[in-house]
């Protein structure tokens, strides 16, 4: 008897968190290459979409579906915007911080006073602290002498898109729930399949036939197209088969494809959801364990650079392989106190405001009705 993604979707046993780390610890391994030998990684030299590429995808994808289902189980808006602010900002404003403080504290070439001072170093603070315009790579005098020039944290570029993601999917949650509604949930899950297929079809038509020419790699339509792929796999989760016999297929045709670019580019996109979901859900056993550590892909994801950048400075000529080595062991130790001391303390306190408004909203009414 088949089983389907709505089996599993509202169990807490699943590999997220391992598949996230995963993800995260390929983005530092894709950058390795350019960071010390001005190299692709070898997925990028076959397929002109590296493994850090790929990994960027995986987390747009489970976000996609994991943030649309927290909006849709809990019908709270609140709750919604709340806990996304946890889970993305106490932890980056720190790793910022760590980046101004600690790394180009340490790196500049120029006086303290002078880097603390200069424009650079508060132009860094405050776009990647609060992410509303963008972000920003250079720190004065960090990393002038490296292969990848005057830049402290190249990966924070895709926090912005993943904000944007949550900014559509918070315009939904107003238009459904608050009173009376706009529109009903199934025309919201009906909207999101139709962003996914349009997007789908505007990556394909600026990208498909000129891939790997035209770089895709920051175009909105390709964020677009992974967030709501996750979107639209929970809604339509009671008709999605979960097979081990479809996953090995999936694999087979994108492996068949390696290295054809067009084609490649061309079905990556319609398997990489599924491929990236049967992989979340279904293998169990000795993966689970992973779970009773705890979550460490965003600690992963905005120290590996600028920890990648510190040992390419310090150690001239390194090797990928010992650069692999030593920024992950680093940098696996900053996501761990990431996690332990800032990311779940956080996340604990993700009911504070929801509860607080509605003892707020309560009291009001309380009040309103005694005065009457």
């Known amino acids: 008897m088949p089983k389907y993604l709505s089996d599993y979707i509202n169990s807490r046993d699943n590999n997220f968190n391992l598949l996230?780390?995963?993800a995260a610890s390929l983005v530092l391994f894709s950058h390795s290459h350019p960071l010390s030998s001005n190299q692709l990684d070898p997925l990028g030299t076959i397929t002109h979409m590296g493994f850090g590429v790929v990994a960027?995808?995986?987390f747009f994808i489970t976000s996609g579906l994991l943030v649309t289902k927290s909006l849709f189980?809990?019908?709270?808006?609140?709750f919604f915007i709340w806990s996304r602010i946890l889970r993305i900002y106490p932890a980056l404003i720190i790793a910022v911080l760590f980046c101004i403080c600690v790394v180009g504290a340490y790196f500049t070439t120029l006086?303290?006073?002078?880097?603390?001072n200069h424009p650079d170093t508060w132009k860094f603070l405050r776009k990647n602290s609060t992410l509303l315009n963008g972000v920003y790579y250079k720190l004065p005098g960090v990393f002038d002498n490296n292969l990848w020039k005057n830049t402290v944290n190249g990966p924070l570029w895709t926090l912005p898109e993943e904000i944007k993601m949550y900014v559509i999917v918070v315009i939904a949650g107003f238009l459904l729930y608050i009173k009376p509604p706009v529109v009903t949930e199934e025309k919201a899950k009906f909207a999101f399949a139709v962003i996914c297929l349009a997007s789908l079809a505007w990556l394909y038509y600026k990208f498909a036939l000129s891939f790997p020419g035209k770089r895709h790699y920051h175009h909105?339509?390709?964020?677009?197209t992974l967030f709501f792929c996750g979107a639209t796999y929970y809604m339509m989760a009671h008709r999605v088969i979960l097979s081990l016999r479809l996953f090995l297929i999936a694999c087979c045709i994108l492996i068949y494809?390696?290295?054809?670019?067009t084609p490649f580019f061309i079905i990556y996109f319609l398997l990489i959801g599924y491929i990236t979901l049967y992989i979340a859900y279904v293998p169990a056993g000795i993966m689970r364990r992973y779970n009773k550590f705890g979550d460490y892909s965003y600690g992963m994801y905005i120290y590996a650079f600028p920890v990648q950048q510190s040992v390419a400075a310090l150690i001239e000529n390194i090797s990928v392989a010992r650069m692999v080595m030593l920024s992950f062991s680093?940098?696996?130790?900053l996501a761990i106190f990431s996690w332990h001391l800032i990311e779940k303390p956080m996340l604990a306190k993700k009911y504070l405001l929801p509860d607080?408004?509605?003892k707020l909203i309560l009291n009001n009414f309380q009040k309103n009705n005694l005065t009457n």
């Open 20 to 22: 996230r780390f995963i």
């Open 56 to 58: 960027v995808d995986i």
């Open 73 to 78: 189980d809990r019908k709270d808006i609140v």
């Open 111 to 116: 006086p303290l006073e002078d880097y603390f």
């Open 220 to 224: 909105i339509s390709r964020f677009l």
């Open 257 to 261: 494809f390696l290295g054809n670019h």
């Open 330 to 333: 680093v940098t696996l130790v």
């Open 356 to 358: 607080l408004l509605s």
